[in-house]
C-alpha cells in the first residue's frame, strides 16, 4: 500500500488486500462491491471501460456470498471480464455490432471456475472487434487523449482506474502485455494451453491465449489456481539469473522506455541479480513475420460467415486482415508453422541459463489519439513461442504516462516465473498511485 494514500476506500486497495480484509471480516463483500460501483459511477463516462454492467445481478450475488457460510478461495474478488469471454447471465457481443444483443448458453470455463471459486463478476469489459485491431469506445483513464491500448482495453483501463480488482483479458498478438504496459498495471499472459480456452471467442486458436490485470502479482497467485494454474507464492532459494533482450526492434522504442529497461537491468543487478544481455539468434527475427501469416491465415478459417455473410458489418481494419489471411500459400503457412516450432524448440535450451529475460513491452507510452492503440512489434514473437510473459510498471513518461517492462519465462515453467516477477517487482516497480493525478482518484 502506497504510504500517502487512503485506505479507507477498498477499490483503491488490490484484489489480494480486499479479499483479506474481508476474510478478517473488516468489511462484507456486498460493502466492497459498492466501492468498486461508487468508482464506475463517478468514472464510467471519462473511461468508457465497460460494454455491459449488471450491477443488479452483482449485488445479488455480494449478498448471497455474505450470506453463505461456506467461503471460496476467491471470497471478495470482483472482476470484470473481457467481451470476447462468454457469459450466459450478460450479452457477449465480442466488440462487433454483428452479435449486438448476442446471448451464450453458457458460462466460458473460467468464468464458470471464478464464480465457483467465489468471485463477483461485475461486468463485460470493452474489446477491439473480435480481439483484432478496431478499437472499441475505451479511453486511458491516466489521459483520455490517449488509447488504452488493445484489444483488452477495457480490461487494463478498469484495473487502472480501480474500477475493478481484477480483470480478464486474452492474448493472440499482445493484447495484454501493451495495454497493461499502457495503462500501469500488471499484465500476466500464462503459458499457451494451461488455461481453459473454452468459451472464448478465438482469433487465432493456436496462439489465443487467457490474461490476466491486476494491480499487484500477489492478486495472480490468489486467482491463478481457481483457473487451473498451478502456482503458490514462495521465496527463491539462489540470485536470479536475468537476460537482458533487446530484440531486433529495440532502436523502434522511444527513448525514454529503453532508458527505463536499462535503469531496471541496473537495479536488478544492485539488487543481487545475475544480469547479463542475451541476444537471440537471426532466425527469431522471422517470429513476426510467421506470427502474422498464422494470425490472419487462421482469423479468415474462424470467420468464414462473418467475412462472408456479414462483410460491410466488418471494420476496414478486419477486412484487411482476412484479406492478408487469404493471401498466404499453403506453402507459407506451413513454412510459419515449421519456424515456431524450431524456436520454441531453441528457446528452450536458451531458457536453461535464464529464469527470466527482460525486454520491453512496447516501443513507449501509449500513443495518443483512439484510432490506434499501438504496435505489437514487442509481443508478437513471445506469443507465438506460447511463454508466459508479464508486465509491469517501472516508470513515468515526461507526459506523466506509465513505462513498463516485460518479463519473459520458460515454456510450462509458471509457478517460478511468477515466484520471479514477484521479487524483481517488488524491488523495481512503481505503485500505481505514482501515476494518478491527485483530482483523478
Same mark, same amino acid.
Given at each position: 500500500m502506497h504510504p500517502h494514500h487512503p485506505t479507507d476506500t477498498p477499490s483503491l486497495l488490490s484484489a489480494s488486500a480486499d $479479499?483479506?480484509?474481508v476474510a478478517r471480516e473488516e468489511l462484507s463483500v456486498s460493502e466492497l462491491l459498492e466501492s468498486y460501483i461508487d468508482r464506475v459511477q463517478q468514472r464510467?463516462? $471519462? !473511461?468508457? $471501460?465497460w $460494454?455491459?454492467?449488471?450491477?443488479?445481478a452483482a449485488r445479488k450475488a455480494a449478498a448471497l456470498a455474505d450470506e453463505s457460510t461456506s467461503h471460496g478461495p476467491l471470497h471478495g474478488v470482483i472482476v470484470g471480464v473481457k467481451d470476447m469471454i462468454d457469459t450466459a447471465d450478460m450479452p457477449t457481443e465480442y466488440g462487433s455490432p454483428i452479435y449486438k444483443g448476442h446471448r451464450?448458453?453458457?458460462d466460458a470455463a473460467c468464468v464458470q471456475r471464478l464464480r465457483e471459486a467465489g468471485a463477483i463478476v461485475l461486468g463485460k469489459t470493452v474489446t477491439t472487434e473480435f480481439a483484432a485491431y478496431h478499437p472499441g469506445k475505451t479511453r486511458n483513464p491516466l489521459n483520455p487523449d490517449h488509447t488504452p491500448g488493445g484489444s483488452s482495453s477495457g480490461s487494463a483501463a478498469a484495473v487502472a482506474d480501480f474500477q475493478v480488482g481484477v480483470a480478464l483479458g486474452t492474448q493472440t498478438s499482445g493484447s495484454t502485455i501493451r495495454p497493461a504496459s499502457f495503462n500501469g498495471v500488471i499484465g500476466f499472459k500464462p503459458t499457451y494451453g494451461v488455461i481453459d480456452t473454452t468459451g472464448?471467442?478465438?482469433l487465432a486458436p493456436s496462439l489465443d491465449t487467457l490474461g490476466l490485470f491486476a494491480r499487484d502479482i500477489a492478486d495472480l &497467485? /490468489?486467482? @491463478?489456481?481457481? /483457473?487451473? /494454474?498451478?502456482v503458490t507464492p514462495g521465496a527463491l532459494t539462489r540470485p536470479l539469473r536475468i537476460g537482458v533482450c533487446r530484440t531486433k526492434h529495440w532502436n523502434d522504442a522511444d527513448l525514454q522506455i529503453r532508458s527505463a529497461l536499462e535503469q531496471t537491468a541496473a537495479a536488478l543487478a544492485a539488487f543481487g541479480a545475475n544480469v547479463r544481455d542475451v541476444v537471440l539468434p537471426r532466425q527469431f527475427d522471422e517470429l513476426q513475420t510467421a506470427h502474422q501469416i498464422i494470425m490472419c491465415s487462421e482469423a479468415t478459417q474462424v470467420y468464414v460467415r462473418e467475412r462472408t455473410e456479414h462483410y460491410e458489418e466488418l471494420s476496414l481494419e478486419f477486412r484487411q486482415m482476412i484479406a492478408d489471411g487469404l493471401s498466404y500459400s499453403q506453402e507459407q503457412i506451413d513454412l510459419a508453422f515449421k519456424q515456431a516450432k524450431a524456436c520454441r524448440e531453441y528457446f528452450a535450451m536458451v531458457m536453461r541459463d535464464y529464469d527470466v529475460l527482460l525486454t520491453l513491452p512496447a516501443p513507449g507510452e501509449a500513443p495518443r489519439g483512439l484510432k490506434f492503440t499501438g504496435l505489437p512489434? &514487442?509481443?508478437?514473437v513471445w506469443t507465438l513461442l506460447h511463454v508466459p510473459c508479464l508486465t509491469y510498471p517501472v516508470a513515468v513518461s515526461s507526459n506523466r504516462l506509465p /513505462? @513498463? !517492462?516485460q518479463l519473459i519465462g520458460g515454456h510450462g515453467d509458471d509457478q517460478h516465473f511468477l515466484r520471479c516477477a514477484q521479487w524483481i517487482g517488488e524491488r523495481t516497480g512503481f505503485n500505481e498511485f505514482d501515476f494518478q493525478q491527485p483530482d483523478a482518484l
Open positions: $479479499a483479506a480484509m464510467d463516462d $471519462a !473511461v468508457r $471501460a $460494454a455491459h454492467l449488471d450491477l443488479d451464450p448458453k453458457k472464448f471467442q478465438p &497467485f /490468489l486467482v @491463478g489456481p481457481s /483457473l487451473g /494454474l498451478n512489434v &514487442f509481443n508478437r /513505462l @513498463g !517492462v
